[in-house]
């Protein structure tokens, strides 16, 4: 009995000991996640789900054995800024007249001024939605366009440096319009639906999503202690007279030396404002306005075997068609059949000439022109020019009479 009452006091005495002591207290600490059988089981199920993807080749001209401009410093070429990259946006069209007009403020006035790629595109997306509550649904909203959208969108709202509107948001290192433009897409889609077709209501969504991606536009900006709206800035400021500016088109598919409309689905607005030329016409004003000064926006079509972008020429192939044979039919036949697309715009700004053939200097914010050694350059051959760029946007003082030969507008 004396044995278990010592073992029972023994033992309280433990538990008084240990009770007396200071609390541990546990610490917290930040680590890395770890991955854990969550990830074999995703692992698991993408692989039962995915569909095993077959290599693709592409067949591309062979240009060993080729002599090619290697660098942008063998040609002659006007001031320009320095290359921007579009990023993941369908806006080749507004990067490259953008970057064409800042060539111009410097030819006209000597200026050197960086402007907003991204304004023309803000306020080009809200006439497009307006466009599709009129037309209820029939008029086309995508990110494509024309190079002459950039002057109807300035002239309405002016434009800004790009310093004021950048279009990407606080540590954005590239343009992505992809989310934005599909969640645009689907409320217009929703809109088309419900057949609810308020204008004010359309644009106001329309507007609170492009302000979510790619900021909300300035009303007024501050340029060297002034202050201007968009308009005074593009007026008073840039000093730009946009009805300087003119369309060149050469196709068969409607009467030359007439305004026409060029009919592509970017052209959504059907502007019918394009001088179309006959090609001989076509080729020696563009060549004859960059022989003289001048910078180009133009268009056409890239996606072509003659075109490789770590070499960064654009070459026409004798398997496609030999050089003699380049014509206004061989044009129009690859326009026709839907093998020469609109799909790209870019900045011509300088030339150089080679065994007695043109070379143009090729400003593109394509992806593919950072490929090779002079980023977001390419050097494109006057065949390719001939058989696949499609109409260019010029300053009109630049095509001398050409203007002169045709009929008045009905």
Known sequence: MKIR???????????????????????????????????????GIDEFNSTEKESRKSFTVDLSGYDLPKSIDEFTSYW?????????????????????????????????????????????????????????????????????????????????????????????????HSKMFNEMRSYLQSVKAANAWNEEIVIS?????????????????????????????????????????????????????????????????????????????????????????????????????????WEEVAIVPTFDIPSEYIDENARQFRFSNGTTTDDHGIHVVGFKEDNGKDWYLIKDSGSGARNGNNKGFYFFHEDYVKLKMMDFMVHKDAVGDLLNKFNPKN
Request: proline share 5%.
């Open 80 to 176: 320009y800024n320095d290359p921007v990259s579009q990023g993941n946006t369908g806006t080749c069209w507004s990067f490259s007249t953008t970057s064409f007009f800042e060539s111009e403020v410097y030819r006209i006035h000597g200026m050197e001024v960086k402007l907003s790629e991204i304004w023309a595109p803000y306020w080009e997306y809200v006439e497009k939605a307006k466009s599709f509550v009129e037309t209820r649904g029939k008029s086309l909203f995508a990110q494509g366009s024309e190079a002459n959208a950039v002057t109807k969108i300035w002239k309405k709202y002016g434009i800004v440096p790009l310093a004021d509107f950048t279009g990407m948001l606080p540590e954005q290192k590239f343009h992505d």
């Open 205 to 309: 969504t329309i507007k609170s999503i492009l302000n979510k991606y790619l900021g909300t536009p300035p009303a007024k900006i501050t340029v060297d202690g002034k202050d201007y709206s968009p308009r005074e800035y593009l007026t008073k400021y840039l000093k730009l007279n946009l009805d300087d500016y003119i369309d060149i088109l050469s196709y068969m598919q409607q009467p030359y030396y007439q305004q026409v409309e060029y009919e592509v689905p970017d052209n959504w607005w059907h502007n019918k404002d394009y001088y179309n030329v006959p090609l001989d016409e076509f080729m020696s004003t563009l060549k004859s306005a960059v022989k003289n000064g001048y910078t180009v926006s133009i268009g056409g079509d890239v996606s072509e075997a003659g075109k490789d972008s």
């Open 5 to 43: 009452i010592a073992i029972l006091l023994i033992n309280l005495v433990l538990v008084s000991a240990i009770f007396a002591q200071t609390p541990v207290k546990d610490k917290g600490n930040f680590v890395e996640s770890k991955a854990g059988y969550w990830e074999e089981i995703q692992k």
